[in-house]
Every structure is written in structure tokens, then in C-alpha cells.
């Protein structure tokens, strides 16, 4: 066999080993490349199918965050909410509050009487009726204690008239509304 490429130059025999070289070359290609050429398409389009999936759970992760922040703001203000404005069941000591703090501001009590609860969509209202009696700022002490509670009352249809003693004393005759929340318990 070496005789026989002995025949031929040095060009030729440079020229031969490239054209095998190409040969081989071009047999690898179109045997292992070409072959898995379907399989690397397939391959990228999952791949690229995969980080769109990634940023899409990537954004909707930013997105739970934000609605849990929100979430926990929304459940402070409201458990805020629910320190001024308690539940139905808390109204009992609510009104015994405000019998109490007629009689620390000095006011004789004449009429406590509460009313039938009137209900909203979310909260709802017992009115209490009370006729007291006492010097003027006394009743004026008796309003800034309510006014300084932290649950919400409302005083309303006041009217005052002198009860003609020789000491200056009012009676006055009023309406308290004590206000709770309708919901889930706290």
C-alpha cells in the first residue's frame, strides 16, 4: 500500500487526506448532528418554554407578597377598628362603663334604661336612655369621659332644663348610643 501512494506527489497526497478529512467530517454531521438537530430544537423551545413559566411564577410570588402585606395592613385596621367598636357581646360591659362614669363624674341617675338594638349591615346600635341629674359641670364631666373612651358612644337628643333648687343642678334628659361591630369574632 505504500508503494502505491508513493506514486503521487506531495500536493496529491495533501489534497487526498483533506478530502478525507471533509468526508469524515461531513459523514459526522449528517450521522450524529443532523440526527439529534430535531432533538436541540426541541430541547430550546423547552427551555425557552421553562423561563417564561419561571417569570410568571417569578412575577405571581411578587404579587402574593404585595396581597399578603395587604392582607396584614387590612387585619390591623381593623383589629384597630374593633378596640372602638366592640362586639355585641362586650356591650353589656360597655353600658355598665357608661353607668359608671355618670356616677365617677357625679350625676344621680334617674332613667337608664337600654333600647332594642338596631342593626346596619355591618355594625349595629343599642340606644340607651338616661335621665340624670346634677350641676352643670358635672354633666359636662360626664360628656368628656365618654368622649375620652375609646369605644364609640354617641349623645344625642340632649335637652337640659334647671330643676329650680337652691344649689345649681340640671336635669338632663339624653340619648346614648353604644355602637358594636356584626362580624367574625375578633
Known amino acids: 500500500?505504500?508503494?502505491?501512494?508513493?506514486?503521487?506527489?506531495?500536493?496529491?497526497?495533501?489534497?487526498a487526506t483533506?478530502?478525507?478529512?471533509?468526508?469524515?467530517?461531513?459523514?459526522?454531521?449528517?450521522?450524529?448532528?443532523?440526527?439529534?438537530?430535531e432533538e436541540i430544537a426541541r430541547l430550546d423551545e423547552q427551555t425557552a418554554w421553562l423561563k417564561a413559566k419561571i417569570q410568571e411564577a417569578?412575577?405571581?410570588?411578587?404579587?402574593?407578597?404585595?396581597f399578603r402585606n395587604k392582607v396584614a395592613l387590612v387585619r390591623a385596621q381593623l383589629n384597630r377598628t374593633l378596640d372602638v367598636l366592640p362586639h355585641e357581646d362586650e356591650m353589656e360591659t360597655l353600658i355598665t362603663a357608661i353607668h359608671g362614669l355618670a356616677a365617677q363624674s357625679g350625676l344621680h341617675l334617674g332613667k337608664f334604661v337600654p333600647g332594642a338594638t338596631i342593626t346596619h349591615e355591618?355594625?349595629?346600635?343599642?340606644?340607651?336612655?338616661?335621665?340624670?341629674?346634677g350641676g352643670?359641670?358635672?354633666?359636662?364631666?360626664?360628656?368628656?369621659?365618654?368622649a375620652n373612651e375609646s369605644r364609640i358612644v354617641n349623645?344625642?337628643?340632649?335637652?337640659m332644663k334647671s330643676t329650680r333648687r337652691l344649689d345649681p343642678s340640671v336635669?338632663?334628659?339624653?340619648?346614648?348610643?353604644?355602637?358594636?361591630f356584626q362580624g367574625a369574632n375578633k
Not at 483533506?18 to 438537530?37: D, M, P, Q, R
Not at 352643670?136 to 365618654?146: A, P
Not at 336635669?171 to 358594636?180: H, K, L, N, P, Q
Open 1 to 15: 500500500m505504500i508503494e502505491f501512494l508513493e506514486k503521487f506527489s506531495d500536493t496529491q497526497k495533501y489534497a
Open 18 to 37: 483533506a478530502v478525507l478529512i471533509v468526508a469524515l467530517l461531513t459523514a459526522f454531521y449528517f450521522v450524529s448532528y443532523k440526527g439529534n438537530e
Open 58 to 66: 417569578q412575577a405571581t410570588t411578587a404579587q402574593y407578597d404585595d
Open 122 to 133: 355591618f355594625f349595629g346600635e343599642i340606644p340607651v336612655q338616661i335621665n340624670a341629674q
Open 136 to 146: 352643670y359641670h358635672q354633666v359636662g364631666k360626664f360628656f368628656e369621659r365618654i
Open 155 to 159: 349623645i344625642g337628643n340632649l335637652s
Open 171 to 180: 336635669e338632663c334628659e339624653f340619648v346614648a348610643r353604644a355602637f358594636f
